[in-house]
């Protein structure tokens, strides 16, 4: 087993109806990573500045996430602010600060070359094509994007989905890069651009996966207290591919049980602020949330 990711780790302050954090610590990689280590072995990629408190690299460490590609960069760390009102979908974005991670040119390790599977956070998809150029012939690659590189970078960004496997991103993402508002026809197109399987997030209304077995749909789990959704697609993401990683297996069984394994973590992601939520879960607990999952989900045939 070999999970690489790359993206970015943040200091985030977040604001939702439930309360603040502030300078809490994020990223897509961070979130990721935290997800991802319940499942397999994590190689982390990622920039931070010189006042990146050392609290958080051991708390990654503690997760055994190997961070010797972490780069430390003279600056300060990526920074983000955003806000939720009650529509919990949504972030409103107040400051973004790039800093160190502006400049960030992932430079892969030799000892993580060799990771079989791979995940791509949201960076430039110029970027991410340069790593993929650094890996030996991984088994799965998979990637997000967002609508900044949609809109900005698309003729590059299609390069890149061209050598992806999966393609991991929301709903509205999903029409924009395909110029389809229709889901089903947008899913089609985006994966005649290259990846085999694209998995829609829907926030609070679950996921769509697409890819050659048809379509499968999973809600997400029905929570009775969410205080702050930042990181819920990154957490996703790292338990869908922590588990492909951990079961060497990527047919249509096992992407399917991956993506309630993704909805189990992204779930208990939005019940705290910042990795609080996933911090010290017990295997028994996702273990658990995935049987309830199965109950919630399930109904006969027609007799």
């Given at each position: ?61 503690s ?8 780069q430390k960069?003279?600056?300060?760390t ?7 009102g ?5 972030a ?7 800093n ?15 990771s079989d ?12 094509r ?26 590059e ?14 709903e ?12 089903v ?8 651009m290259?990846p085999?399987?694209l998995i ?19 809600p997400?789990y ?8 930042t990181g819920?697609g ?18 249509e ?51």
């Amino acid at each position: 087993m070999s999970l690489l990711v790359v993206g970015s780790i943040a200091l985030d302050s977040v604001k939702t109806p439930f309360g603040t954090a502030d300078d809490v610590l994020g990223g897509s990689a961070t979130y990721f990573s935290t997800a991802a280590s319940y499942f397999t072995d994590v190689k982390l990629v990622a920039v931070v500045g010189d006042d990146f408190p050392d609290k958080h690299v051991q708390f990654l460490k503690s997760r055994r996430i190997d961070v010797s590609g972490l780069q430390k960069s003279s600056g300060r760390t990526f920074r983000w602010k955003g806000e939720y009102g009650y529509d919990l979908n949504e972030a409103k974005t107040l400051d973004t600060q790039l800093n160190v991670f502006e400049s960030f040119r992932p430079n892969i390790p030799d000892a993580y070359r060799t990771s079989d599977v791979v995940f791509l956070a949201n960076i430039d998809p110029v970027l991410q094509r340069e790593v993929l150029h650094q890996i030996d012939r991984p088994k799965l690659v998979a990637c997000d994007t967002m609508n900044f590189w949609i809109g900005g970078k698309k003729d590059e960004l299609v390069k890149t989905l061209a050598e992806v496997d999966i393609l991991l991103i929301n709903e509205a993402e999903a029409r924009e890069l395909a110029g389809e508002p229709n889901l089903v026809k947008a899913a089609r197109a985006v994966q005649a651009m290259g990846p085999a399987t694209l998995i829609v997030k829907r926030g609070e209304y679950g996921s769509v996966m697409f890819n050659s077995g048809g379509i499968f749909s999973a809600p997400a789990y029905p929570l009775e207290a969410v205080f702050d959704p930042t990181g819920a697609g990154d957490s996703f993401a790292g338990g869908f591919m922590g588990y492909l990683d951990n079961v060497q297996n990527f047919d249509e069984a096992s992407l399917r049980q991956a993506i309630i394994f993704g909805s189990v973590m992204a779930s208990f992601n939005v019940e705290d602020f910042s990795l609080n939520g996933m911090k010290s879960l017990d295997y028994k607990e996702i273990e658990g949330r995935y049987r309830e999952f199965r109950k919630i989900t399930f109904f006969e045939d027609i007799a």
